[in-house]
């Protein structure tokens, strides 16, 4: 069936580091890909997507891209900031209402 | 626009009672979802509805009833709560972009069943 594997955090990050979660998944055919980003004591807010294969989803500084060849779709950030602390999840969906999560990874960003 | 909202917050139960988390959304959204999320599994889809009248059993159904007799509200029901059921739960609602599917969330309800 259908799933998501993310790196393990917690990921810890002086500010303006550079940040990469990795993210591959299993599907048949042409899933969508998306990050959630989840403050504390916030519920899932939609980071960015990416509907088809090479597309790269960007939102708030943060990028990732469908790769089809390696069923990944890493997220990536060039300079993060203690406000980007928060748990961040990759989900998939196969063109219906129903996501996929991963586990969810913890980025703490330190000053 | 409010979106998607949950309530209540927080609840305790005891093991055994009954009770039904409420949420509601103004978006005018047809699909509506419940996920639960606990520790070191991400977010689990316990049912989801397509409609008004129209509900389905997600992964992790077993002991939740659900109902959709609006567009707006999606209420979950716990029948005989139980420890296990200890969790934060989660409603969404979804509207169509494209060919993707994007979820609002609401902001959650923490149950602690003892």
């Known amino acids: 069936g259908n799933s998501v594997t993310q790196m393990e955090g917690p990921v810890t990050l002086s500010e303006e580091a550079f940040l990469t979660i990795n993210c591959t998944y299993t599907?048949?055919?042409?899933?969508?890909l998306f990050w959630y980003v989840q403050y504390p004591g916030e519920g899932l807010q939609l980071l960015l997507k990416?509907?088809?294969?090479?597309d790269k989803g960007s939102n708030k500084g943060f990028e990732a891209t469908y790769r089809k060849e390696t069923t990944s779709f890493h997220l990536e950030k060039g300079s993060v900031q203690v406000s980007d602390s928060a748990v961040y999840f990759c989900?998939?969906?196969?063109?219906?209402?129903?996501?996929?999560f991963g586990t969810g990874t913890r980025l703490q960003v330190f000053p | 626009n409010a979106g998607v909202t949950q309530t209540p917050k927080f609840q305790v139960l005891k093991t055994g009672q009954s009770m039904t988390l409420q949420c509601a959304q103004d978006?005018?959204?047809?699909?509506m979802s419940w996920y639960r999320q606990d520790p070191g599994m991400g977010l689990r889809l316990i049912h989801y509805s397509v409609g008004a009248g129209i509900t389905d059993q997600g992964e992790v159904p077993n002991g939740y009833n659900v109902s959709r007799s609006t567009t707006e509200d999606f209420p979950l029901r716990l029948l005989s709560a139980a420890p296990s059921q200890t969790s934060v739960y989660f409603c969404?609602?979804?509207?169509?972009?494209?060919?993707?599917?994007?979820?609002?969330f609401g902001p959650g309800t923490r149950l602690t069943v003892l």
């Open positions: 989900a998939l969906s196969q063109n219906t209402d129903k996501l996929i």
């Open positions: 978006m005018n959204h047809e699909y």
């Open positions: 990416a509907t088809k294969a090479d």
């Open positions: 599907a048949t055919g042409y899933p969508s």
């Open positions: 969404a609602s979804s509207s169509i972009l494209g060919t993707s599917y994007e979820q609002f």
